[in-house]
């Protein structure tokens, strides 16, 4: 079975770029959501996708955006890159929304550095 | 609105004595509640959870945890703590029951030491 897996592992840009950020959901998981982790700090949700809508959403402004694919596969972009970007981003997957509380099956982050 | 508190930035314990990780939340509805550890450079993995079905929750590696409604905590513990063990530990809170994201603490960094 394969786990989450993102990509790229590390990336730097500057500050007023774009970047993307992939995520391979788990086998079987039809749910994606995203978490932005800065240094010292427990992750916090940016959004969450079933299947290829978003459904939920924190407190974040909309240049994060993110997609999902037919194969449950995510992309999350962030536009107009500030300093305060710079942090782990996670991505995790569940199973359908439907029937209790899904565990979330963490990948290993992405880390943005914006200079 | 839920919340999770951590009491303690950093623990530190020697190896084989006890480890007792504070968990305090806020919910207006009956909570689900999860420990997930985070070792440097890694993604996030589940220790337990609780979903009302126990109030004691074991969980891997050896760890456990036990929800106390009255006194609104979910702590963690390990009776004997190993040099493995050295991570960051966090609590979290499932916002709205049992669909919605994740709510974290700041997390525990917890060190063992020989």
């Known amino acids: 079975e394969t786990g989450v897996t993102q990509s790229p592992t590390h990336l730097i840009k500057t500050r007023g770029q774009q970047v993307t950020l992939r995520c391979s959901s788990q086998?079987?998981?039809?749910?994606v959501s995203w978490y932005q982790q800065a240094l010292g700090q427990g992750p916090q949700f940016i959004f969450q996708?079933?299947?290829?809508?978003?459904?939920g959403r924190g407190n974040f402004p909309p240049r994060f955006s993110g997609l999902q694919f037919p194969n449950y596969s995510s992309e999350l972009n962030v536009n107009a890159l500030e300093l305060d970007d710079s942090a782990l981003y996670l991505c995790?997957?569940?199973?359908?929304?439907?029937?209790?509380?899904?565990?979330?099956?963490f990948g290993e982050g992405s880390r943005l550095t914006v200079l | 609105a839920q919340s999770v508190t951590q009491l303690g930035s950093h623990v530190s314990v020697s190896e084989g004595a006890l480890v007792l990780l504070r968990c305090n939340y806020s919910?207006?509805?009956?909570?689900?509640l999860f420990w997930y550890v985070q070792y440097p450079n890694q993604g996030l993995q589940l220790l337990l959870k609780?979903?009302?079905?126990?109030?004691l929750v074991k969980g891997i590696n050896g760890f456990e945890a036990e929800f106390k409604k009255s006194e609104t905590s979910f702590h963690l513990t390990k009776p004997s703590a190993h040099m493995s063990d050295a991570a960051e530990y966090f609590c979290?809170?499932?916002?709205?029951?049992?669909?919605?994201?994740?709510?974290f603490g700041k997390g525990t960094k917890l060190s063992v030491k020989p």
């Open positions: 995790a997957s569940s199973k359908s929304l439907a029937g209790g509380p899904g565990e979330l099956f």
């Open positions: 086998s079987g998981h039809n749910t």
């Open positions: 996708y079933y299947r290829e809508e978003e459904n």
């Open positions: 919910s207006s509805v009956p909570p689900y």
């Open positions: 609780y979903t009302s079905a126990a109030t």
């Open positions: 979290a809170v499932r916002r709205g029951g049992s669909q919605g994201n994740l709510i």
